[in-house]
């Protein structure tokens, strides 16, 4: 994630959080990725952002299209201040950013949990609270199935990751036996 991301999406959580709490920093979050998926969905809005060709069209269009995709100012600020700025390509970033700061200030924290075969509801609920206790917070788990894990599970929070696969096992063999690891 590049640092120009990080900065925007600093700077907008704060505005929001200053404004109103936790509560406007998550309708922050929320508007902005709503915003996003309306990004990603229509080519024209693509295009209108992106083509500078179109900047004075944009200020105008730009408007409307915020009015009925995002209710909150501190979201529509955001995007109407990447707009100008011609910063429309980290978009994402930024989204993902807000997102993980949101998180946090909740005290929440999203984890990826990669499996060989699908997930039992009560595997996901005890993934969940080991990685919670671990983590000192509440964790919602997203769960995907990789059938060339072999067996095992890697869970990533974030930067953190907690590799018990069969295929993590296999490899670490391999380097203890040809005498390059631990």
């Known amino acids: 994630m590049s640092a120009v991301a990080r900065r925007y999406a600093r700077a907008a959580v704060e505005a929001a959080e200053a404004q109103g709490g936790t509560a406007a920093v998550q309708e922050l979050a929320r508007d902005f990725a709503a915003f996003c998926e309306a ?72 984890a990826i949990v990669t499996s060989a075969v699908a997930l039992t509801k009560a595997h996901e609920e005890r993934i969940a609270k080991a990685l919670g206790t671990r983590l000192g917070r509440t964790v919602e788990l997203s769960v995907r199935v990789d059938p060339e894990l072999l067996g095992g599970l890697v869970c990533q929070v974030g930067d953190l990751t907690f590799d018990s696969s069969l295929r993590r096992q296999l490899a670490v063999m391999r380097e203890r036996l040809e005498g390059r690891g631990p």
């Open 39 to 110: 990004f990603v969905a229509s080519s024209e809005l693509r295009e209108l952002l992106v083509n500078p060709a179109f900047k004075i069209e944009r200020q105008k269009v730009l408007g409307g299209v915020l009015a009925k995709v995002v209710p909150s100012v501190s979201a529509s600020r955001l995007v109407t201040l990447l707009a100008e700025a011609d910063r429309i390509a980290v978009l994402d970033e930024v989204r993902v950013a807000i997102a993980e700061l949101a998180d946090r200030a909740s005290g929440r924290a999203r």
